[in-house]
C-alpha cells in the first residue's frame, strides 16, 4: 500500500496551485486572512441552501482565518461574491444550473470574472456542491462524523479559472452504514443522497408478504399463497396471478398513497424466502419468460399501470435475478437486483458473470435499474473481509452496465470492521467508480489513524494478498473456511503484530489510539472464535474485546439477533 503522508501531500498540494501562475489569472478568494467576498444566497432559500453556505463559511473560516459574510439576493449583487445555488444574482449572469443538465445531484463550479459560481438545480445538490469545491480546492476531507480534516491555514486562497461541471456515476447513492443515519450531514459531506432518496419511498425491502400478511388471509384464501410441492405455503412466496391478489396489492397502495401523496416509490417484491409458486398460471408465466420472474413481473406490471404516476419497484433476487423473455417491464417500473453469490474477493467481471449477464439482461429492457450491493459478512459484522479491493472494479462496471443507482447494504449497527472506511471508500466511488480505490483507501488511512497509517495500511494489504491461498470470500461463509487462509493462525499472529506496532505509535493520543484499537477488534474476534493461541492469550484478549465492545456501544455481532452479551458468554465459558 501506498500509505500516504495525507497532511504533507495536501500541504504541498495547495503550495503547487501558486506555482508558475500568474496572480493576475486567479480569484483572490482570501489574501492577508481576509476576504473581499460576500456569500450569497436567495432570499427564499431551503434549509439546505442555508446549511451549505454555513458549511462553506465555516471551513473556510477554519482554511484561511478568513469569516466571509453570508447575503441574500435581496440586496445588490456585491462586487465580489460566491453565488451559491440558484438566486436571482445568478439568474442575471446568464446561469442556470438545471435537473435537465445535472440531474438531482450534479453541480456546477465557474469563476465568472469577479465572481464565484458554486451551485447544483437543487438545495443538496448545492451542498454537494460546497463539499466538492472544499475537497478540490481547499483540501478539506471528512473521514468520519468525528474525523475531518482542513489543511493548515493559509492566509492566502487562490482560485484559479474554473468551468467545472459534476455529475454523479449514479443518480442514488445510499449505505447503510449506522454512523450515515446517525448523522445525515455527514452522509451528505460524502456526497451521499440515500437518505433524501429513501424519504420518497412508501414502502421499501421484501413487501409482499407486508401488502399480503399471511396472518389476516392465508386461513380463509390459501389461494394467495404459493403452491409449493402440492400444498399452499403461508411461509414463502405469494401467488402472484390470483386475482385476489392484484385487488389486495392495488388497495393497499392506494391507501397509502392516499395517505401521503408525496411519496413516489412503492417495492411490490417478493419475500426475503426461496421457493416458486407451482400454480399452473405462475408456472406458465415463468416458463414463457425462462425465468421466475416470469409470474412476479407479471403482477408489478399490472400495479404499475393501475398506478402511472408512480415508480413501482421490484427485486431481481434470488430465482427471480434472471431477467425474463419476451415481456419487459413498464417505464414506471424500477428493477432493483440483488447482488448475490460469487467471490466477494475479487471483481465480479472475474468471478461472477453470471450476476454480469443479469444486469445486462435487465439494463437492456429496463429504463430504471437499480444494484442492491453486500458489502460486509452479514453473520459475522466484526470478521475481517478482505474485499476492499473489489469495490472499485464492481462500482465501475455497474456504471459502465447502465445501472443508475447502488445501495449498498453494510451494517445498520455500531461497530463492524472498517465501517468508516468502507463508508469513505464507497461514498465516493458511487460518485465517481474512475477514481484509483487504493488510493482512496491510503488517503483515509493516512488521514484516520496518523503516525499509525504504516502498520494498518500493511495489514489491509497482506489480509487481501493472503486471499489467494484462502477459499471463495463469501458474505454468509464460516470463519472455519478460512483457517488455512488469511485467518489461518500464522496471519492472525502477523496482524496482531502489526497492530501491535500501530498502538505504539500512537500510544500519546488517546484519540488515535481509540480508532487504532477498534481497528484491531476484528483481529482479536476472529482469535476468539477460531480459538488461535492459548487459553491465557485469549482470555486477556477477550477482557480487552468486551471492554472495548462495552466502550464504543457494541450490541450486536450480525444482522439478527447475535449479541456481544451472548458471544461474551460461550467465550468465557470456553476459557473456564
Known amino acids: 500500500m501506498r500509505v500516504l503522508r495525507f497532511v504533507i501531500a495536501s500541504a504541498l498540494a495547495a503550495t503547487m496551485l501558486s506555482a508558475g501562475r500568474a496572480t493576475n489569472d486567479a480569484t483572490v478568494l482570501v489574501a492577508g486572512g481576509q476576504s473581499q467576498y460576500q456569500i450569497v444566497i436567495a432570499a427564499a432559500r431551503p434549509r439546505q441552501i442555508v446549511s451549505a453556505a454555513q458549511d462553506l463559511q465555516r471551513y473556510l473560516r477554519r482554511a484561511t482565518g478568513a469569516t466571509l ?82 489543511p493548515p491555514r493559509r492566509s492566502e486562497l487562490l482560485i484559479w479559472p474554473l468551468d467545472e461541471q459534476h455529475v454523479p456515476a449514479f443518480d442514488c447513492r445510499d449505505l447503510n452504514y449506522e454512523a450515515l443515519s446517525a448523522d445525515p450531514d455527514f452522509a451528505i459531506r460524502l456526497r451521499l443522497n440515500g437518505l433524501q432518496w429513501k424519504a420518497g419511498w412508501g414502502l421499501w ?13 392465508f386461513a380463509d384464501h390459501p389461494e394467495y399463497f404459493a403452491l409449493v410441492n402440492g400444498r ?5 412466496q405469494i401467488c402472484t396471478t390470483e ?26 417484491s417478493q419475500t426475503d424466502k426461496r421457493g416458486v409458486c407451482e400454480h399452473y398460471a405462475c408456472k406458465r408465466l415463468n416458463e414463457r419468460a425462462g425465468s421466475d420472474m416470469g409470474a412476479t413481473l407479471d403482477l408489478v ?11 413501482i419497484c421490484t427485486l431481481a433476487y434470488w430465482t427471480t435475478r434472471k431477467p425474463p423473455e419476451g415481456v419487459r417491464p413498464r417505464d414506471n417500473v424500477l428493477v432493483m437486483i440483488g447482488a448475490g453469490g460469487g467471490d466477494r474477493g475479487y471483481s465480479f467481471i472475474e468471478r461472477h458473470p453470471t450476476l454480469v449477464s443479469d444486469i445486462e439482461g435487465w439494463t437492456a429492457i429496463c429504463k430504471t435499474v437499480f444494484i442492491w450491493d453486500y458489502v460486509v459478512h452479514y453473520g459475522q459484522l466484526m470478521l475481517p473481509f478482505p474485499n ?6 464492481n462500482m465501475a462496471m455497474y456504471e459502465d452496465k447502465g445501472v443508475q443507482g447502488v445501495f449498498a447494504q453494510a451494517s445498520p ?17 458511487m460518485w465517481d467508480p474512475d477514481q484509483d480505490a487504493e488510493a482512496i483507501i491510503d488517503e483515509f488511512v493516512a488521514g484516520y489513524y496518523g503516525p499509525a497509517a504504516g502498520p494498518i495500511g500493511r495489514y489491509i494489504d497482506d489480509m487481501h494478498d493472503e486471499l489467494a491461498t484462502s477459499e471463495r470470500l463469501s458474505y454468509l461463509a464460516s470463519p472455519d473456511l478460512y483457517r488455512s487462509g488469511f485467518l489461518s493462525a500464522a496471519n492472525l499472529q502477523h496482524y496482531s503484530e502489526l497492530f501491535d506496532q500501530a498502538e505504539q505509535t500512537v500510544a500519546g493520543d488517546s484519540v488515535l489510539l481509540r480508532r487504532v484499537q477498534e481497528a484491531r477488534m476484528p483481529v482479536m474476534y476472529a482469535r476468539l472464535l477460531l480459538k488461535t ?44
Open 69 to 150: 459574510e453570508i447575503v441574500d439576493d435581496s440586496q445588490p449583487m456585491p462586487e465580489h461574491a460566491i453565488l451559491l445555488g440558484r438566486s436571482d444574482h445568478l439568474a442575471a449572469l446568464g446561469i442556470d444550473p438545471s435537473v435537465e443538465n445535472l440531474g438531482t445531484s450534479g453541480y456546477i463550479i465557474r469563476t465568472v470574472s469577479p465572481h464565484l459560481v458554486i451551485a447544483g438545480a437543487r438545495g443538496l445538490s448545492t451542498r454537494f456542491a460546497v463539499y466538492g469545491f472544499l475537497e478540490d480546492q481547499v483540501g478539506c476531507r471528512w473521514f468520519a462524523p468525528d474525523c475531518d480534516y482542513v
Open 205 to 217: 425491502w421484501h413487501t409482499l408478504h407486508h401488502l399480503v400478511p399471511p396472518g389476516k388471509y
Open 232 to 236: 399452499r405455503v403461508d411461509n414463502q
Open 243 to 268: 386475482p385476489g391478489v392484484f385487488d389486495i396489492v392495488a388497495s393497499a397502495l392506494a391507501a397509502k398513497m392516499a395517505k401521503n401523496p408525496r411519496w413516489k416509490y412503492f417495492m411490490v
Open 301 to 311: 406490471n399490472r400495479v404499475a399501470d393501475r398506478f402511472p404516476d408512480k415508480t
Open 388 to 393: 476492499l479491493r473489489a469495490l472499485g472494479p
Open 413 to 429: 449497527e455500531v461497530g463492524g470492521e472498517f465501517r468508516h472506511l468502507r463508508a469513505y471508500l464507497l461514498a465516493r466511488l
Open 533 to 576: 493461541g492459548t487459553k491465557a492469550e485469549r482470555r486477556e484478549i477477550a477482557d480487552t474485546f468486551f471492554a472495548l465492545a462495552d466502550e464504543l456501544g457494541i450490541e450486536k455481532l450480525d444482522q439478527w439477533n447475535y449479541t456481544v452479551a451472548r458471544f461474551k458468554r460461550t467465550i468465557y465459558a470456553g476459557l473456564n
